[in-house]
Every structure is written in structure tokens, then in C-alpha cells.
């Protein structure tokens, strides 16, 4: 039980990271353009599965674990072809994305031995 605690918060915690990331990233922080970028709306599909995630619907965590590939695959493409703090960001996400991904996997799996 506590193991499934722990992975849910851990999700939970690496997903807001991610939302407040990537509103700040594109927000302020080192838009593609000065001023701020339309990219901001990128987190827009991170908000569908919050719910789910703070009220430990199994079935989200499974769905969100490929959406958040997403996330990740943006991160390492810009970590690998973007300069300074954006770089630095795209690293960032690219570690969030993996924290959640692993948690959500396991959450799913210990959720799913618990039921049976």
C-alpha cells in the first residue's frame, strides 16, 4: 500500500512539474519568439489527465503513461537542437516525462495485482 501511495504522489508531483515547466518555459522563461510563444497550449492536453491521476484511476495512468511519450519525445528533440536555458528546460522535461512514465507504469501494475 505504501508502495501505491508513493508511485501516485510521485506521478502527481512530476505531472504538475511538468504543466508549471512547460507554462513557464513558453510563457517567459525562453519562448521560441520574445513575448511568448503559442506553444504555451501544449500543456492544454496535460490537463486532461490531472483528474484521473489525483484520484488514482488506474485506467489514467495507463492512457497518460503513452501520451506522456509525447512530452518526452519534444524534450529530447529540443534538448538535442536548442542553445542555452532552452536546452537546459528540454533536459528538465525529458527527466519529468521519465519520472512520470516509470511511476505510471508501476502504478498501473501494483493497481492491477491489488484488484486481482
Not at 34 to 55: D, E, Q, R, T
Not at 97 to 105: D, G, K, P
Request: with cysteine; proline share 3%; charged share 10%.
Amino acid at each position: 500500500m505504501k508502495r501505491i501511495i508513493w508511485l501516485q504522489n510521485t506521478c502527481i508531483v512530476s505531472l504538475i512539474a511538468l504543466i508549471a515547466l512547460s507554462v513557464a518555459w513558453e510563457g517567459w522563461l525562453a519562448p521560441l519568439r520574445p513575448g511568448g510563444s503559442a506553444l504555451i497550449f501544449k500543456v492544454v492536453p496535460l490537463l486532461f489527465p490531472l483528474f484521473g491521476v489525483l484520484h488514482g484511476k488506474r485506467y489514467t495512468y495507463q492512457w497518460s503513461s503513452l501520451m506522456i511519450l509525447i512530452y518526452f519525445t519534444e524534450g529530447a528533440v529540443r534538448a538535442w537542437s536548442d542553445h542555452g536555458l532552452s536546452q537546459w528546460l528540454a533536459g528538465i522535461e525529458v527527466v519529468l516525462t521519465v519520472i512520470y512514465f516509470f511511476a505510471a507504469i508501476y502504478y498501473a501494475r501494483a493497481t492491477g495485482r491489488a484488484a486481482s
